[in-house]
């Protein structure tokens, strides 16, 4: 069965510094996302891609944040520097039409 | 408006019970309300959903329930097992196809053995 995967599973950086995180969501998906989950609290939006642009965003995704699909398969997102608070689970998500499909997720630590 | 309020926060149920998980919404124009199943250090896996034109919606042993007037839906998970200890997150989606989840505040679930 098609998965979204995300790579890499853990990154540890440095506060300012920048980050990337990748994803390849499932093949003839049209939609993609990114959330992230602060440790014990709930999953929170910060930005949808469709068509090669960004659809929506939150209030978290402020000028630091900035996504990509670079090619046919890859979407990822930039961090250009990072803080402390940035430290979370961030999930790339992908769906057809409604059903939205979640990696693994990468654990970002920011020390 | 934009919010889901998701009760309770912990849950701890014995092998074979009914587990319930109830989540509240404001915005009439969510039109999908999925669950979501995580385990930790795992993403969100999609467990089942509904749209708002029926009242229930069975599969296996989870059924959503869901009740427009109200404004209500609810997870029920029959015949729990300790493997169904994880964190539940009941969603709501806006019609536009392309829109966000919009997820509440979670319930660790407990199985008790």
């Known amino acids: 069965e098609p998965e979204v995967t995300q790579t890499p599973s853990h990154q540890v950086t440095q506060m300012g510094q920048e980050v990337i995180l990748r994803c390849v969501p499932i093949s003839n998906h049209l939609y993609f996302y990114w959330y992230r989950q602060i440790l014990g609290q709930k999953v929170e939006f910060l930005v949808s891609?469709?068509?090669?642009?960004?659809?929506?965003k939150s209030e978290i995704f402020d000028d630091q944040f900035s996504v990509e699909r670079p090619d046919g398969s890859n979407f990822t997102l930039k961090i250009r520097s990072t803080k402390l608070e940035d430290s979370a689970m961030y999930f790339c998500?992908?769906?057809?039409?409604?059903?939205?499909?979640f990696g693994p997720g990468t654990r970002l630590t920011v020390t | 408006q934009q919010q889901v309020k998701q009760s309770p926060q912990s849950l701890i149920v014995q092998k074979g019970g009914i587990s319930i998980i109830n989540c509240a919404y404001e915005?009439?124009?969510?039109?999908?309300f999925p669950w979501y199943q995580q385990f930790p250090g795992k993403g969100p896996a999609l467990l089942i959903a509904?749209?708002?034109?029926?009242s229930e919606k069975k599969e296996g042993r989870f059924t959503i329930s869901f009740n427009k007037s109200a404004k209500q839906f609810s997870l029920h998970i029959m015949d729990s097992q300790p493997g169904d200890s994880a964190t539940y997150f009941c969603a709501a989606q806006l019609e536009t196809s392309g829109s966000r989840l919009t997820f509440g505040e979670g319930t660790q679930l407990t199985v008790n053995p």
């Open positions: 915005n009439t124009a969510f039109d999908y």
């Open positions: 891609f469709y068509n090669n642009e960004i659809s929506e």
């Open positions: 509904i749209r708002p034109d029926v």
């Open positions: 998500a992908s769906k057809p039409r409604y059903e939205q499909y």
